[in-house]
Structure formats: C-alpha cells, structure tokens
C-alpha cells in the first residue's frame, strides 16, 4: 500500500522540523549544490549533512542527480509547491475560523474589543 498525501505531508513537516535541514532547503532552492558544497555551508561532518540529506530526500524534498562521482542536490519544486498548496489550505481555514469566531461573537451581542456597541 502507498503512501497517502496526508502521510506525505506529515513527512515533509517531520523534515522540516530541524533548523539544519531548513537550512540545506534554503540553499538548494535556486541553485543545485553538491553534498560537499552543502556540507561545506555547516559547522557539522559529512556524514551528519548526508544524514540531513537523506532526511529531505526521503521527504522527496530533494532531488538527487549523479554527475561522475559527485552528487547533486536541487529542492524538489513540485513538492514545495505541494507544501504550500498544504499551508495556504491551513491559513484559509484558520481565517476563515477566525471571521466565524468574530461574527458568533457579534451575533452574540459583544464586539472585538469586548466592549459595548
């Protein structure tokens, strides 16, 4: 069985839950880098960027392309847009909360303030 869009979501968030792999994200997201490059932007070891690459890729917030024995790193745009198309869905929800939370309370007979009309 596959892996369902809300489980996928909830992959990418785990990822980006370190500030590290945000991080790699960021640099990656306009130009692809090589695993050295990348690691070279850190103040950790090579195997601790490849452990936050392979994180990210898992996330299929990387893609991964072989050139001779180097390997190269470009943020996925297909999955960041998918991230944001999952974010813009959270903030319409939690506006469109927040107006029927603000007209209950009108109805109700109070105002933003709490005070009286």
Same mark, same amino acid.
């Given at each position: 069985m596959g892996v369902t869009a809300? *489980? $996928?979501t909830d992959?990418?968030?785990r990822a980006l839950a370190d500030p590290r792999r945000r991080q790699i994200l960021r640099l990656v997201a306009q130009e692809e880098l090589a =695993? /050295? *490059?990348i690691a070279g932007a850190f103040d950790v070891t090579r195997t601790a960027v490849s452990q936050? #690459? +392979?994180v990210l890729r +898992? =996330?299929?917030l990387l893609t991964e392309r072989r050139d001779g024995t180097r390997r190269l790193y470009r943020a996925n745009?297909? &999955?960041i847009a998918d991230l944001r198309a999952a974010l813009d869905e959270l903030w319409a929800s939690s506006l469109d #909360? /927040? &107006?029927r939370l603000v007209e209950a309370d &009108? $109805? =109700?007979g109070g105002d933003a303030q709490g005070g009286v009309r």
């Open positions: 809300e *489980e $996928a992959d990418v968030f =695993a /050295g *490059e936050h #690459l +392979s +898992s =996330a299929d745009p297909d &999955r #909360l /927040g &107006r &009108r $109805a =109700a």
